[in-house]
């Protein structure tokens, strides 16, 4: 599977943006872009995902960079339980299903 | 509609017994994955599962770990002869089907330590 690379950690306050960011410049024509969260002593917790266009849930949106080479997980606004590791995943087609690779994700600190 | 059950939350056993972890998928889904989390570091995917089928070990250990998913009843993922280092967060996903665009429902894992 291709490689992401994320910030190890990030700072936001309490009920503003939050934009993180992802690379993937060796993302495949069917790659799909995961996100995934896991808060303290929890398992991870399915945020969002997208191939191609832009996609919006009720936990965040995602932004995909035209090229796919890039995409940015936006927390529109951060609250306090939004504190947790934030990864970002590609998943292929082919023998890679429900095989998802975690790297160090992101860290995302909440100040009140 | 009820997650991915795991159970026992917490396990605790001596070096040399056994540890059977169970995972319960989500109703409807026939389709399991086991995930290590040690100490300090990120999960690892350990075997993919179908109901009496294992699509895909190749993440587990080569010795003392099993998993199975019978027709009837929850996944068990079994370490025989627990060591030290076997300490760590076991969680399991659960899908209705192969495929990568869905996002996969993990539970809330079980927390195996060894004394």
């Known amino acids: 599977d291709a490689k992401t690379t994320q910030p190890n950690s990030m700072e936001s306050n309490e009920e503003e943006p939050v934009h993180l960011p992802c690379n993937h410049s060796?993302?495949?024509?069917?790659?799909?872009i995961h996100w995934y969260r896991q808060l303290p002593s929890q398992g991870p917790e399915y945020v969002i995902h997208?191939?191609?266009s832009n996609v919006n849930n009720r936990m965040a949106s995602l932004a995909i960079a035209e090229d796919r080479k890039s995409s940015t997980l936006i927390l529109h606004r951060a609250t306090l339980r939004d504190a947790a590791v934030y990864y970002c995943i590609l998943i292929g087609g082919g023998t890679s299903y429900g095989k998802l690779t975690f790297g160090q994700g992101t860290i995302l600190t909440v100040h009140p | 509609n009820a997650g991915v059950m795991q159970n026992p939350r917490h396990l605790v056993r001596r070096r040399g017994q056994e540890a059977r972890l169970r995972c319960s998928p989500m109703?409807?889904?026939?389709?399991v994955y086991w995930y290590r989390q040690l100490p300090e570091e990120g999960l690892k995917f350990m075997v993919y599962l179908q109901k009496e089928n294992i699509i895909d070990e190749s993440g587990m250990p080569k010795e003392r770990f099993s998993a199975e998913f019978p027709k009837e009843g929850p996944s068990i993922l079994r370490i025989q002869q627990v060591v030290r280092g076997d300490s760590a967060a076991y969680f399991c996903a659960s899908s209705p089907r192969q495929e990568n665009n869905y996002g996969y429902t993990f539970g809330s894992g079980t927390r195996l330590t060894v004394v």
């Open positions: 997208g191939l191609t």
């Open positions: 060796t993302i495949s024509g069917t790659d799909y």
């Open positions: 109703k409807g889904h026939s389709h």
